[in-house]
């Protein structure tokens, strides 16, 4: 069995919405049914005991190795906690070649997946062992180190859960939430809203008591020290138990509390100096530890601390007391889990020496020995929750020190004998304000219940019913989906807003081009969606991506199917018949947003009308005839419909019909060019689905200019000594026939000879090449071959060979030509060009073509 490309799915894709590892998988005759290898299955479950069923029960088909590496490393994920459900299996065109999709949650994560699966699979072919339990802390370790941490993934679940849709941005936890211009960040528990002014004030304690002090919040007396002596004599002027800790820390790091002696501050003012070089040296209160989380104006939740502590049995020293309590399963480093595991550091050494013990010291039956003076969760302390026992004044108290600090989100430090009283009543005090405070105390207590912290910052961050989308509109097709990218985006700007826009020939956002290339795919998807400046998204959305990465969005309110013809990359990435090409550009169809979203359908197409079937939203066909049955049916419903009538393009549906004229819509040449009123006709259908007023939908249409500017290679005309030229980019046997069919129809003097300009691309099939020179050697006199740029892995020559082939029973070329290089056929054509000649000329470099033309023209 070997493994050849693996890829990672990343949004929703040919097999799922599942983020998957797609991987192509080759097997030997004998691997194609694993009953063929005596064996192999028992040695495989004896080593993998909990692998999922390799078929199901009463089923005797063949199972290939493909399949149990599927379910190996599915399973592996799964059995180490990985929340996956999702595999599949399929066969290719190639004997012995399979599709293997695994859905995982973490990409690292499934990708060892998959390499540990490949070495379980071998170790049972071969015999050989294989270490599971090994395999299966890999994955734990490797999953816990790269997904979202805690509080980050309490916000993120929460937003999921209203149907926000999210980005994380960085390897840690900056996640963007909502799209464009709507969009809004967090990092951890802090929001974009959250103020650096805020955070800096929060880090300096010093300052936070003044300004709370100030506000007539309690706070204890103290202040900032320069020494080990400088802190005695502030404890003195305290004259009392005091706390020593960093002046700007975090985590409770370097905090001692409840010091009397001399030797005891030193100490402490040593180990706070470690973390900080300013030491703060204030009044102990006593009192329980507790933690208030504050969300905007409001107490979220509240828990009481406790610092780390052992309970004797009598017969465990306080080491192993410390060793058996770490494994429970709720405890691990960090703060994967709810409870991190406490540490007999050198903290935790000096609290024992402070009472006369040691780690081998073996306390008595039920004493409680405490192992820090802190109760920080993140140094092994535990949490329960006190919500619903917090006074509304204590609440209140917690507010105004959020907000008198200026931050959106803050854990309140709180030490007193209880909530149930006002602050003021028990001469407790806030001891802190935290600034991106943990959550972990509040979603999964030691004790009581979890609060929804997550859903009160979102619901802080988002107003209800706010879900952060911008309008998005996906086009696919074999044809048409730039100049209807172009048109949709052109009319929504008409709306004011700052459209996004991605095409073949770049990304554009305000009409201006800030990517260049090939941008169809999902990669430049996500960078508009990324754009704080974009109010709306037109995104062209090309087979090659959905099969390289999957979509670059969640879901869209539309997506347009312009048509499925033939040629269109057939024949690669495993896509060999025009149904396989069908099942690809439906992805976006599948993806529609649930109810309220709307497929824009080409009734006129069998493919593209069957995915109306795949559509969790709603449908609206177009197409040149109303009379299509297709169309009948679904005007019969009252449903949506946009079709040719005449000189006017109407949009009818649910008692609605608006009449726009083509002569009003430039892009159509008044309705002589059929390939652009089907692509108004759907950017009409696309833009009353987004609940567009008409007038706007009629000026975007009437705005709409399309020259080598507006849309490059898209049907540019231009004028050349009395002939016409048309530069266009189809590449394929449709677009060429649909070009022929809107030459035909334009207006030409009598006498004038056409002549065509066009080269193949060599990633196509012989026969898609062969045809288009068979269609074009009936519609012109003259054609000029040349060869293109870049060959897509085809042979010197070779393509040009195709397209003579084409021509050998040509109806009408008397005249073919081969030229090597674009721009000399280019000018080879136009030096034959007479006054009422036309030349259609089809480029392969479209910004470098069109300048050459717009030269020569501008030089005539």
């Known amino acids: 069995m070997e493994v050849s490309r693996i890829r990672a799915l990343r949004g929703p894709n040919l ?3 599942h983020t998957a590892i797609e991987a192509i ?6 691997e194609c049914n694993i009953d063929h290898l005596p064996g192999f299955e028992d040695r495989l479950r004896e080593r993998f005991p909990e692998l999922a069923m390799l078929r199901p029960l009463g089923h005797d088909e063949a199972v290939s190795m493909a399949q ?25 065109t190639e004997a012995g070649t399979y599709q293997v999709v695994v859905e995982y949650s973490e990409e690292a994560v499934g990708r060892l997946a998959f390499e540990l699966a490949q070495d379980l699979c071998s170790a049972a072919v071969d015999d050989k062992p294989f270490e599971l339990d090994e395999a299966l802390d890999r994955l734990r370790e490797l999953d816990e180190d ?3 941490g805690p509080s980050t993934g309490a916000i993120v679940y929460a937003a999921a859960a209203r149907n926000i849709p999210y980005r994380r941005l960085t390897e840690g936890s900056m996640v963007q939430f909502g799209w464009g211009s709507r969009q809004r960040r967090i990092q951890a528990a802090e929001t974009d809203r959250t103020s650096a002014v805020a955070e800096s004030i929060a880090q300096d304690k010093e300052l936070s008591k003044v300004l709370l002090h100030a506000a007539g919040v309690p706070v204890p007396t103290g202040r900032p020290v320069l020494s080990a002596e400088d802190a005695w004599a502030a404890a003195c002027e305290i004259d009392g138990p005091v706390v020593v800790k960093p002046q700007d820390g975090n985590q409770g790091k370097g905090v001692a509390v409840n010091l009397s002696t001399r030797e005891q501050i030193e100490a402490a003012y040593a180990i706070a100096f470690e973390v900080s070089d300013e030491v703060l040296v204030e009044r102990y209160i006593p009192g329980h530890d507790y933690r208030l989380l504050v969300v905007g104006d409001k107490l979220i939740a509240a828990a009481r601390r406790d610092p780390p502590l052992v309970i004797g049995d009598g017969v465990r020293n306080i080491r192993q007391l410390v060793e058996r309590v770490n494994q429970d399963p709720r405890r691990s480093e960090g703060h994967a889990t709810s409870l991190t595991r406490i540490r007999l550091d050198e903290v935790a050494l000096a609290r024992l020496t402070s009472a006369g013990l040691t780690p081998e010291s073996i306390p008595a039956r039920g004493q409680r020995v405490v192992l820090r003076n802190n109760a920080n969760l993140s140094t092994g302390g535990t949490a329960t929750d006190v919500t619903d026992d917090v006074h509304p004044d204590f609440a209140a108290q917690a507010v105004a020190a959020a907000q008198t600090i200026g931050l959106d989100i803050a854990g309140v430090d709180v030490v007193c004998d209880g909530v149930l009283r006002p602050l003021e ?26 609060r929804p912290v997550g859903e009160a910052i979102i619901a802080n961050i988002f107003a209800a019913g706010d879900d952060g989308r911008i309008p998005l509109v996906a086009v696919a097709g074999t044809n048409g989906k730039t100049t209807t990218v172009r048109l949709i985006a052109h009319i929504l700007g008409q709306q004011g807003l700052r459209v996004g826009m991605t095409t073949t020939d770049g990304v554009y956002v305000e009409g201006r081009r800030i990517d260049t290339g090939d941008c169809s795919g999902p990669k430049s998807a996500r960078n508009v969606l990324l754009h704080p400046g974009v109010d709306a998204a037109v995104l062209e959305t090309a087979r090659g ?30 896509i060999s018949t025009v149904e396989d090409l069908s099942v690809v550009k439906r992805v976006i169809v599948n993806n529609v947003r649930p109810g309220s979203g709307v497929a824009v359908l080409n009734a006129a197409d069998p493919m593209v009308a069957r995915m109306a079937d795949s559509c969790p939203g709603s449908v609206t066909y177009f197409a040149h005839d109303r009379n299509h049955p297709v169309m009948a049916m679904h005007r019969a419903r009252r449903k949506r419909v946009v079709y040719r009538d005449g000189n006017s393009i109407v949009a009818s549906g649910g008692g609605i019909e608006y009449r726009i004229a083509l002569a009003d819509i430039p892009v159509t040449q008044a309705g002589a060019i059929g390939f652009q009123v089907e692509n108004a006709m759907a950017a009409v259908a696309a833009a009353w689905a987004l609940g567009l007023d008409w007038a706007i939908i009629e000026a975007g249409l009437a705005g709409f200019v ?15 000594r009395g002939a016409t030229l048309i530069a266009d980019y189809g590449h394929n046997p449709d677009a060429i026939q649909a070009l022929v069919d809107a030459i035909d129809n334009l207006p030409s003097p009598a006498g004038g000879k056409r002549s065509v300009v066009i080269s193949g691309a060599g990633d196509r099939r012989d026969e898609d090449i062969r045809q288009q020179t068979q269609i074009l050697g009936g519609a012109f006199d003259r054609v000029v071959l040349y060869q ?39 000018d080879s054509a136009l030096a034959e060009l007479q006054a009422g000649d036309l030349c259609l000329i089809l480029i392969d470099q479209i910004e470098e073509a069109l300048e050459h033309i717009a030269r020569r023209v501008a030089e005539a």
């Open 15 to 17: 097999w799922s919405r």
């Open 25 to 30: 998988v080759c097997c030997s005759e004998v």
């Open 68 to 92: 149990a590496l599927e379910f190996a490393a599915l399973g592996l994920q799964a059995q180490a906690g990985c929340p996956v459900t999702f595999s599949r299996t399929a066969q290719t």
């Open 146 to 148: 790269v997904r979202l």
């Open 425 to 450: 009543d028990q001469g407790g005090g806030i001891v802190e304000i935290n600034a991106a405070p943990g959550l972990r105390m509040h979603l999964q207590p030691s004790f009581g219940k979890g």
């Open 545 to 574: 991506g959905v099969l390289r990465e999957g979509l670059g969005f969640d879901r869209c309110d539309v997506a347009v199917v312009t048509n499925i013809g033939l040629g269109d990359h057939l024949g690669l990435s495993y």
């Open 706 to 720: 399309n020259d080598a500017h507006t849309a490059p290679g898209r049907f540019n005309v231009f004028s050349y």
């Open 788 to 826: 293109d740029q870049c060959q897509r892995g085809r042979a010197d020559g070779e393509v040009l060979a195709l397209l003579q082939e084409g021509l050998k029973d040509a109806e009408r070329t008397s005249e073919i030509r081969e030229i090597h290089g674009e721009f000399l056929a280019i």
